[in-house]
Nanobody, 125 residues
C-alpha cells in the first residue's frame, strides 16, 4: 500500500488549499484515511479523518474550516482547507487503515497502518 500526499504550498492567511491523498496497492472498499500535521517544534496532531463508513470527523482547531471528501473510484481523499491561519502551518501527512473499523471518532495515529510522505503547508503574509 502506498499513499501519496500532494497539494501543499504557501498561502496567505485566509486563503485556501486543497490537499489530496491518493492510495494505491489495495482493492478493498473498506479503508479509512486520516490527516495529521506536525508543526516545527510541536508534536504531530490529528486533523481530520474519513472512516471506512464514509463519516468524517474533524479536530476542534479545524472544524468549520476544513472539509474532507473522498472519491472511492480513485482511492483518493481530499482535504479542502479554507480560512487558513498562521497556526495551520505544518507538514501534513495522510495515513490509512484497511478494514471496516468504524470508530465514532478519528482513529489514533497508531491505528493507522500506512503512512504517506508529508506535504508542506505554509501560511504566511
Amino acid at each position: 500500500v502506498q499513499l501519496q500526499a500532494s497539494g501543499g504550498g504557501q498561502v496567505q492567511p485566509g486563503g485556501s488549499l486543497r490537499l489530496a491523498c491518493t492510495a494505491s496497492g489495495f482493492t478493498s472498499d473498506y479503508y479509512g484515511i486520516g490527516w495529521f500535521r506536525q508543526a516545527p517544534g510541536k508534536q504531530r496532531e490529528g486533523v481530520s479523518c474519513s472512516n471506512s463508513d464514509g463519516l468524517n470527523y474533524y479536530s476542534d482547531s479545524v472544524k468549520g474550516r476544513f472539509t474532507m471528501s473522498r472519491d472511492n473510484a480513485k482511492n483518493a481523499v481530499y482535504l479542502q482547507m479554507n480560512g487558513l491561519k498562521f497556526e495551520d502551518t505544518a507538514v501534513y501527512y495522510c495515513a490509512a487503515y484497511l478494514s471496516d473499523y468504524v470508530p465514532p471518532r478519528c482513529p489514533e495515529s497508531y491505528e493507522y497502518s500506512y503512512w504517506g510522505q508529508g506535504t508542506l503547508v505554509t501560511v504566511s503574509s
